[in-house]
């Protein structure tokens, strides 16, 4: 069944039952009972099976997870995507992951912000506590949730939390599984061989990764069914390993884009400017390069043709002329981060309120981790800021331009090699400009400054009288300004002294303790030495926290906040 039918099949049994049994969303209940637990430090990987018939891309955002956390059942049927998560010991001591749910625009009338977040899980999640999501959802709204996790407590190097289905009985599910059905009866507390409940959560011991790993659909373009008449001088068409873009011809490029009417003209890149168009009833945007820039043209094009993430800019297709080259990507309706933070009110835009930036800012990190740690070839962005993060129609953030992508390697690597010096002042390592050595601690730091962007609204380089820049000082770099202010801060009473350097189109409207926690990543991102920065994934644990958190500050504002009437950010 599509997840979008079987979504709206469960909303309406909501609607329907006024939330009765059908759809419990206590902690607590027989439906959906987390595992007790002790010790409160622990975490382990847990794996989650949940009904899959779509879109990874879906399946990332639902349960925050990169492409490498993916495997699926296809043979099976129905079919099951395996999600891994990690699991952690609570507060409340349980086990529970966590994760966050956009509401849709289409919800019952009757339904809580609960009800709608955690029909869409299957019987794989519950609110956290409080009564923050027992009011009706705001479409659009972001929802934090707990996802019913284990760790194994016996001789087993897995749990998977599965959902209990019409017609499942502990001998089907030891055969599907390959776990025992005394592993099975062990891991769940049943004396014997128990009737399996419908919608019950059961946890099914594994020692190996379930599933094999997932294929994404393919985009909705399909491939021109005539060769391409104008190839590149020189140009090795197999340099693609896996997928091959969709070959546009030029005469397509032409009428999308008006002739490249200025009226299309989104803005101008590093290696050429960028339009809107409309391929075969798809918008898209098009950079335009001229064929000097054939090595860039080339590295974007193999970048792009091998990773595939939520958090990253899709390429769909290339076209040539003689003298041009045309990298074909997906629109981001509402352009650049840049555009959203410095003076936005000129560019008609609406300021980001908090939740939206440490969201951002989550997205570009999970892409940056991608890259780094989970392709088959790692990556090095080199030109990680703000006008290289988009933002898409629901504001999630893209990673885009990689056309000065370049293998990675590690900072503390013998093998890193020296390289010339690319990318934009005010974003870049203070080792790579010394030295020239690229490493994925480049992009950290980068990153960083894109974090000091998202707290004070300024430029990369600050221009005088900007914050905490003196009357005579014509430019300094803003990791310089915010460094030299975070100096003496080493606690979240400080953030009050550092009014001057936090956003005002923020209007005071965030929580104390978590812009302090952004702003401490941030300057540990971009420490003078890259051995003390940390690495992305630790970047990702830290923003998935300050979110979570965040979510909750905004849920204890109630209705009477700007926050919640939709005056910041468009909300």
């Known amino acids: 069944m599509p997840p979008r039918r079987r979504l709206l099949l469960l909303l309406l049994a909501l609607a329907c039952s006024g939330g009765g049994a059908a759809v419990d969303t206590a902690p607590g209940n027989a439906t959906s009972s987390p ?53 952690s010991c609570l507060a409340s001591r349980t086990y529970l992951a966590n994760t966050t749910y956009t509401v849709p625009s289409a919800v019952p009338l009757n339904a809580t912000a609960a009800q709608v977040a955690v029909a869409a899980y299957a019987g794989l999640a519950v609110p956290p506590p409080g009564g923050a999501l027992q009011r009706p959802p705001r479409p659009g709204a972001v929802v934090a949730l707990h996802l019913i996790c284990g760790c194994s407590s016996g001789p087993w190097n897995y749990l998977l939390s599965y959902v209990g289905a019409d017609g499942d009985t502990v001998e089907s599910l030891s055969s599907r599984f390959g776990a025992s059905m005394d592993a099975i009866e062990a891991a769940n507390g049943m004396p014997g061989p128990d009737p399996i409940s419908t919608g019950k959560v059961y946890y099914i011991p594994l020692n190996s990764v379930p599933g094999q790993p997932y294929a994404a659909m393919s985009s909705a373009l399909v491939p021109a069914p005539a060769p391409i008449q104008n190839t590149l001088p020189g140009m090795v068409v197999d340099v693609f390993d896996r997928e091959k873009p969709i070959v546009f011809t030029y005469e397509e490029i032409l009428a999308s884009t008006d002739l490249f009417s200025d009226a299309n003209l989104l803005g101008h890149g590093t290696y050429g400017s960028v339009y809107y168009g409309v391929l075969r009833d798809q918008e898209v945007a098009i950079k335009r390069m001229t064929s000097t820039n054939t090595k860039e043209f080339i590295v974007e094009m193999k970048v792009l043709c091998k990773v595939h993430h939520a958090s990253l800019v899709e390429l769909i297709g290339y076209a040539a002329s003689k003298d041009e080259l045309f990298l074909v990507y997906e629109y981001s ?37 991608y890259i780094h740690e989970h392709t088959k070839d790692h990556y090095v962005h080199r030109d990680i800021k703000s006008s290289n993060i988009l933002l898409d129609g629901s504001f999630r953030a893209k990673i885009s331009d990689f056309g000065l992508a370049k293998l990675g390697v590690r900072s503390n690597d013998a093998e890193a090699s020296v390289t010339k010096v690319v990318g934009t002042f005010g974003y870049l390592a203070p080792e790579y400009l ?13 990153f960083g400054v894109v974090l000091f962007e998202l707290i004070s609204g300024k430029e990369a380089i600050t221009k005088a009288g900007a914050v905490g820049a003196s009357s005579n000082s014509e430019r300094r770099s803003l990791a310089s300004v915010m460094l030299t202010a975070l100096r003496n801060c080493h606690d979240p009473t400080c953030v009050g002294s550092l009014k001057d350097c936090i956003d005002p189109n923020l209007m005071d409207l965030y929580p104390h303790d978590c812009i302090y926690q952004m702003a401490m990543l941030a300057k540990q991102c971009a420490d003078e030495d890259p051995v003390l920065r940390p690495d992305m994934k630790q970047a990702v644990i830290t923003l998935s926290q300050i979110l979570l958190s965040s979510i ?16 910041v950010a468009g909300r």
């Open 552 to 567: 909750e500050w905004e849920a204890t504002l109630g209705g009477n906040s700007q926050v919640f009437s939709g005056l």
């Open 434 to 446: 010394r030295d020239g050595l690229a490493t994925a601690k480049c992009d950290v730091y980068a």
């Open 35 to 87: 595992l007790a637990c002790s010790e409160l430090s622990r975490v382990c990987t847990a794996f989650l099976a949940f009904p899959a018939a779509g879109n990874a891309s879906v399946l990332q955002s639902m349960f925050d997870a990169s492409p490498a956390d993916l495997t699926s059942d296809p043979a099976a049927s129905p079919g099951y995507a395996f999600v891994r998560k990690n699991c």
């Open 333 to 369: 309706q509402k352009g650049s981060l840049k555009n959203h933070l410095h003076d936005p009110q000129s560019k008609g835009y609406t300021p980001l309120s908090w939740i939206y930036r440490v969201q951002i800012a989550l997205d570009a990190a999970r892409g940056l981790e």
